[in-house]
């Protein structure tokens, strides 16, 4: 009887956990080109799919190959505004591609690989497409303090930051 008593309370927990209690959404995101005759964004929007669903759309022209790509990624969290979280990752985006040799970089990116059409080595050009994507709590090794955060991503090609990619989004721990 205790045993059915334990099975039962686990299951509800699981039920619970699964029930969406965890809140992982975008609620703003911001594309700028700062080299117009190499990047243009042509589409950068985010769209409520329902109301703990936002998903995120984006057309990027490449004007010009791209044959090495610098990422510069921090992650900011609000606190009277938004101040930096955790650290500053800079990569090579090439390299990236080729050997997934980061920890970090990979959480994202597996978030996100099967959503965009950056999943080949470089280099890259025309249209870059990121369709419908979403984000998902249980992709994450661990879940993240409750609050207010901000991917602030600067592409750079050629030793230039050309574009940026910044998105807002919100991460609420069931309690
Ligand atoms: C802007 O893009 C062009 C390619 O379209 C490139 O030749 C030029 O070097 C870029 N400008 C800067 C400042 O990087
Ligand atoms: C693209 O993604 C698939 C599935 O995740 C993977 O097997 C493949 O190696 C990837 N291709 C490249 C070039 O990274």
Known sequence: MKRVLTIFLLLLLLEHYQSGAVIFKMTNAVCESYNKS??????????????????????????????????????????????????????????????????LIRIVWELFKEFSTINHTCPYVGLQRVKDFYLRSEKLPTPIPTGDYLLLIDWVFNKKPQAATNVYFTFVEDL
Do not use: T
Not at 62 to 67: A, E, I, R
Not at 74 to 101: E, H, S, T
């Open 38 to 103: 190499w990047v243009e964004f042509n589409v950068c929007r985010l769209r409520a799919v329902s109301r703990n669903k936002v998903s995120f759309n984006v057309d990027a022209m490449l004007h010009h190959p791209v044959h090495n790509v610098f990422v510069k990624a921090q992650l900011m969290k609000r606190a009277n505004g938004y101040k930096p979280w955790l650290y500053k990752v800079n990569f090579d985006g090439c390299q990236f591609i080729r050997r997934r040799n980061s920890a």
